[in-house]
């Protein structure tokens, strides 16, 4: 049964939007085509709306009414919003990256998620329309629980509407994931970076890795598994080389807080299957966060990834961390094969680091330089 709604027809989005210079290109990152109807059939005034990077699959050619009133938002569910106040977000990372200003009043497209942010915000989906708030660049919409002591209050939005097709239902990043495929037999070498927690420099790391693979000469795919959606790590891992990039987006989820531990293996799953069709000669995943946060840590424990990570790197802010998380990870039966992240930048916190573990410590040089970056993958170093 559909959820019950008010739908108002998206002729009338013209008159909620000033129209801007963007165009309907502007809607769909050409990068990540999943084929469907064409945007140039998007109707009049949705394509000079913003939308945010978390959006960057759907396509608008379907969106028919947009559903007022008497809903409860999904996880996943298409918006349109208004800024009514700005606070610690005051951009909106587009599809292709950019990152645009926005003012009061200013309509835009993004998506309800809940977010886990140990130095931003932790928030969920609110239970009704009411207003809420943009808690991350890459255009989650959300309801704040709590902050960081150090950052603004989050820039507050009203939701307007969620984007519908004709017959009322929601549409939802699920309806462009990827497609499920069956992992071949022939995947790449799988090296997985996790970490104590967020910017312990575990993208840093991973880019860091493709361009030593890449010196090297192999085609290398990356996948950032869990996190909040957002660009930054995509288009970092997309620079340092990697021919494809995903992450749980492309799976149809805009973050992976509060989702179910089977869903987030399945995410997992679906993002190696998909990468694994892509010819390439390694695969490096990112999984955000911490060991102790729940969704990374069912993650780490999962019969999946058991299966398929053969190597790991663990990124830590300080030496101390760098231990206790390489040690919890031991004590689960996880092998570490080296250690890398911020705490790198101190040649005394790799000293300690290395002495109390006896791992390889590898920083942003080490981990590009070709011959370690392979003997790595290979298990040799």
């Given at each position: 049964?559909?959820?019950?709604?008010?739908?108002?027809s998206?002729?009338?989005?013209?008159?909620?939007?000033?129209?801007?210079?963007?165009?309907?290109?502007?809607?769909?990152?050409?990068?990540?085509?999943?084929?469907?109807?064409?945007?140039?059939?998007?109707?009049?005034?949705?394509?000079?709306?913003?939308?945010?990077?978390?959006?960057?699959?759907?396509?608008?050619?379907?969106?028919?009414?947009?559903?007022?009133?008497?809903?409860?938002?999904?996880?996943?569910?298409?918006v349109?919003?208004?800024?009514?106040?700005?606070?610690?977000?005051?951009?909106?990372?587009?599809?292709?990256?950019?990152?645009?200003q926005?003012?009061?009043?200013?309509?835009?497209?993004?998506t309800?998620?809940?977010?886990?942010?140990?130095?931003?915000?932790?928030?969920?989906?609110p239970?009704?329309?009411?207003?809420?708030?943009?808690?991350?660049?890459?255009?989650?919409a959300?309801r704040l629980?709590?902050?960081?002591?150090?950052?603004?209050?989050?820039?507050?939005?009203?939701?307007?509407?969620?984007?519908?097709?004709?017959?009322?239902?929601a549409?939802?990043?699920?309806?462009?994931?990827?497609?499920?495929?069956?992992?071949?037999?022939?995947?790449?070498?799988v090296?997985?970076?996790?970490?104590?927690?967020?910017?312990?420099g575990?993208?840093?790391?991973?880019a860091?890795?493709?361009?030593?693979?890449?010196?090297?000469?192999?085609?290398?795919?990356?996948?950032?598994?869990?996190?909040?959606?957002?660009?930054?790590?995509?288009w970092?891992?997309?620079?340092?080389?990697?021919?494809?990039?995903?992450?749980?987006?492309?799976?149809?989820?805009?973050?992976?807080?509060?989702?179910?531990?089977?869903?987030?293996?399945?995410?997992?799953?679906?993002?190696?299957?998909?990468?694994g069709?892509?010819?390439?000669?390694?695969?490096?995943?990112?999984?955000?966060?911490?060991?102790?946060?729940?969704?990374?840590?069912?993650?780490?424990?999962s019969?999946?990834?058991?299966?398929?990570?053969?190597?790991?790197?663990?990124?830590?802010?300080d030496?101390?961390?760098a231990?206790?998380?390489?040690?919890w990870?031991?004590?689960?039966?996880?092998?570490?094969?080296?250690?890398?992240?911020?705490?790198?930048?101190?040649?005394?916190?790799?000293?300690?680091?290395?002495?109390?573990?006896?791992?390889p410590?590898?920083?942003?040089?080490s981990?590009?330089?070709?011959?370690?970056?392979?003997?790595?993958?290979?298990?040799?170093?």
């Amino acid at each position: 049964m559909y959820r019950k709604a008010k739908l108002q027809s998206l002729a009338s989005l013209t008159e909620l939007t000033s129209m801007s210079s963007l165009s309907a290109d502007d809607f769909h990152d050409p990068a990540t085509a999943t084929g469907g109807e064409a945007d140039a059939n998007i109707l009049p005034g949705l394509a000079a709306i913003r939308r945010g990077f978390a959006t960057r699959r759907a396509h608008f050619s379907s969106v028919a009414r947009l559903t007022v009133d008497e809903v409860r938002p999904q996880a996943g569910d298409l918006v349109l919003a208004e800024i009514t106040s700005l606070g610690q977000h005051t951009r909106l990372e587009l599809p292709d990256g950019r990152r645009s200003q926005l003012y009061v009043g200013d309509r835009i497209v993004v998506t309800y998620g809940n977010r886990y942010a140990p130095d931003q915000f932790e928030a969920e989906v609110p239970a009704d329309m009411g207003p809420c708030h943009l808690v991350a660049a890459g255009g989650i919409a959300s309801r704040l629980i709590g902050k960081h002591a150090r950052v603004k209050a989050p820039t507050r939005i009203k939701p307007v509407g969620l984007l519908a097709r004709e017959d009322g239902r929601a549409l939802n990043l699920r309806d462009w994931s990827v497609e499920a495929r069956s992992i071949p037999k022939s995947l790449p070498p799988v090296i997985v970076v996790t970490g104590t927690a967020m910017n312990a420099g575990k993208t840093t790391a991973a880019a860091s890795l493709i361009k030593g693979l890449q010196y090297a000469g192999m085609r290398v795919g990356a996948a950032k598994v869990t996190g909040t959606g957002a660009g930054g790590d995509f288009w970092q891992m997309k620079d340092a080389g990697a021919v494809e990039v995903v992450d749980f987006t492309d799976a149809g989820y805009a973050t992976t807080y509060q989702v179910a531990p089977n869903d987030v293996e399945k995410i997992f799953v679906r993002l190696l299957s998909h990468l694994g069709g892509m010819h390439l000669d390694a695969i490096v995943v990112e999984v955000a966060d911490g060991v102790l946060q729940m969704e990374t840590s069912e993650l780490l424990m999962s019969s999946a990834f058991a299966f398929y990570c053969q190597r790991m790197i663990f990124a830590a802010g300080d030496a101390l961390g760098a231990l206790a998380g390489a040690q919890w990870l031991q004590q689960r039966g996880l092998r570490v094969d080296a250690l890398s992240g911020a705490f790198t930048a101190s040649p005394l916190a790799v000293r300690e680091a290395s002495t109390a573990l006896g791992l390889p410590v590898l920083g942003k040089k080490s981990l590009s330089d070709p011959d370690i970056a392979v003997s790595l993958l290979s298990g040799r170093l």
